[in-house]
């Protein structure tokens, strides 16, 4: 939505804030609904209401399908299938009555639905669309199988038709995609698809949940690859989860490399490229992919078994996409002076344990305590109060000393603890300081602010902000910065000494007194009466000339 400016007719040098276009919330959208069937699809399906569960019953569907294609990958293993048999057959049940109930419930509501509403025959043209017809393709299937003799493998087959409803969301985040590069080269498309941009929408933000999701699977399928009895079972299907999950990765990485020149600071095409690929998150890109490739070229010259470890570091592709991460970069950034010290005291008391150690537990356990070195395991060990019990003193001397080291540790070790919390929890609420500064910048030069505009959203992704504490911090600058409008923050001997500055002054002050006159003029007699009589006669006469007089601020 393109910000609007729109000029005030009252002499101040602020424009005033309109929202006019802004779209309805849920509660002034239901206000206006006269039937139930309305106000369950302003509730429910309404893509034009912000705040409705529309967004929220798309993805719940789009990951019931997903699960759905994995139930079905592995219903194909059949000591898994048949061990768990009944567990299968519910959840497709479930996912069954679920894909009806939207199917019907859409089909009760298509009256309500712009594109449908205007049509003689609203429920057959809505039956007849191509997404209700991959709704119905969904569930068919399963109900075909009661009367007709349909095979179980064709029904399994059909049960793919279930991937087809992403469709009801692929496609109008395609249609947006394309309306906003209009007009522009393929490698900026691409560029809008991995990198965020103004130009990127929901494919761009679907292309990084894909992404995320696929990160999570392959480290998941590495980490439960490692149990052998699992592994038998399903060697083949970690093969193609791995490929599929590499495939996607280096295809994200190569759009990335080739498209990054349309970012200012890699614009070069050779230096540009080089530039990037020598970031930290490029890095971590490559890393994700490299262990694959290499073992696939290399292993019948080197035993490379052991890179797949290596894969687990796809879990810091996670950490791009998470602000998290930044916070705490900068965390570390402005505290390292205080940490460095903390890091050299619990060092020196490491090292100081660990001579006393040796000093007083030599002669008893020498092959315990055989030198300085080695009585560093058990001073750290000690000082942190993890206390494994492997290395316990045995003089009594040594014992008063590991309660001393133990008692100490638990403040020593605890200072690092304590300031990282403390220090992270001051960038939060910077950060969100900083939002609303931002804001309210936004709204003195004019611009509009809600949940829908671009900014906002973006900010509020990259803060991990919820859409209640993003409305909240709105609503909180919008009341800001209403109160504020008549407020100037400079001393009155500093406004008086600019003539047109103080004659701007005098004339807002004196429009909100005119307003508040008129606002006044509809209060009891009793509430009038009070109020003349707080005044003096000078200022009762100058009050009822301001309430009466529509001229006096003319004249």
């Known amino acids: ?65 997903i ?132 130009y990127g929408g929901a494919i761009h933000e679907m292309f990084d949940r894909l992404i995320a999701w696929w990160v999570v699977i392959s480290v998941i399928a590495v980490v439960i690859e490692s149990v052998e009895s699992i592994h038998y079972l399903l060697s083949t299907q970690f093969i193609i989860i791995d490929s599929i999950a590499v495939g996607l990765f280096s295809i994200e990485y190569f759009l990335k490399l080739y498209s990054c020149v349309e970012d200012p600071i890699f614009k070069k095409w050779f230096s540009g490229r080089v530039k990037h690929s020598l970031r930290f998150a490029s890095i971590i890109d490559f890393l994700a992919i490299i262990p694959f490739f290499l073992e696939l070229f290399l292993h019948h010259l080197f035993d490379l078994r052991f890179l797949r470890v290596f894969r687990l570091m796809r879990l810091l592709k996670i950490t791009k996409q998470n602000n998290s991460t930044a916070v705490l970069k900068r965390v570390f950034t402005r505290e390292t002076p205080i940490l460095a010290a903390s890091l050299f005291i619990m060092m020196l008391m490491v090292v100081l344990a660990a001579s006393l150690a040796y000093l007083m537990e030599h002669d008893s356990q020498p092959d315990k305590y055989e030198n300085i070195p080695a009585s560093i395991y058990w001073a750290v060990i000690t000082l942190s109060s993890v206390g494994y019990g492997d ?64 900014f906002v959203l973006n900010e509020g992704k990259r803060l991990n902000l919820s859409p209640e504490q993003l409305k909240g911090i709105i609503d909180k600058v919008q009341y800001e910065f209403k109160i504020s409008e008549d407020l100037i ?28 006159g008129i606002l006044v003029q509809h209060e009891p007699t009793e509430t009038m009466q009070k109020l003349a009589n707080l005044l003096t006669p000078s200022e009762a006469e100058l009050w009822k000339l301001i309430q009466g007089s529509p001229q006096f601020l003319k004249t």
């Not at 309404?46 to 929220?56: A, F, L, M, V, Y």
């Not at 009594?396 to 929890?425: K, Q």
């Not at 047109?500 to 429009?511: I, M, N, P, Y």
Request: proline residues 6%; hydrophobic residues 50%; charged residues 20%.
């Open 1 to 65: 939505m393109a910000p609007q400016l729109i000029m005030s007719s009252t002499p101040s040098s602020l424009p005033l804030i309109t929202n006019q276009s802004s779209p309805l919330t849920l509660s002034e959208a239901l206000g206006r609904c006269s039937t139930v069937r309305q106000k369950i699809y302003t509730y429910l399906l309404d893509p034009e209401i912000e705040d409705n569960k529309h967004q929220q019953i798309d993805g719940w569907i789009s990951f019931l399908i």
């Open 67 to 198: 699960i759905n294609l994995f139930a079905l990958v592995v219903e194909r293993i059949p000591a898994i299938f048949q061990a768990h048999e009944q567990f299968f057959h519910v959840f497709d049940v479930f996912s069954v009555i679920v894909f009806t109930i939207e199917y019907l419930t859409r089909l009760y509501l298509a009256p309500e639905d712009q594109e449908f509403k205007n049509r003689r025959f609203t429920r057959a043209a809505y039956v007849f669309s191509p997404f209700a017809v991959i709704d119905f393709l969904a569930v068919a299937p399963f109900y075909f199988q009661a009367f007709l003799p349909i095979d179980l493998r064709v029904l399994r087959f059909l049960r793919l038709l279930r991937m087809l409803k992403l469709f009801r969301v692929l496609i109008p985040a395609y249609q947006e995609f394309m309306a906003l590069n209009a007009k522009r080269t393929f490698r900026q498309k691409m560029y809008s698809v991995v990198f965020p941009s103004e």
């Open 489 to 516: 923050p400079q001393p009155l001997l500093e406004i008086a000494d600019n003539t047109d500055q103080a004659l701007e002054h005098f004339v807002k002050k004196l429009s909100r007194i005119r307003q508040l």
């Open 391 to 454: 290395l316990t003193p045995l003089t009594t001397v040594g014992r008063v000393m590991t309660i001393l080291m133990a008692v100490i540790g638990v403040g020593i070790f605890a200072i690092p603890s304590a300031l990282l919390a403390s220090s992270f929890a001051d960038e939060l609420y910077a950060d969100k300081n900083n939002l609303s500064i931002a804001l309210y910048q936004r709204l003195k030069m004019g611009f509009s602010i809600n949940l829908q505009d671009e």
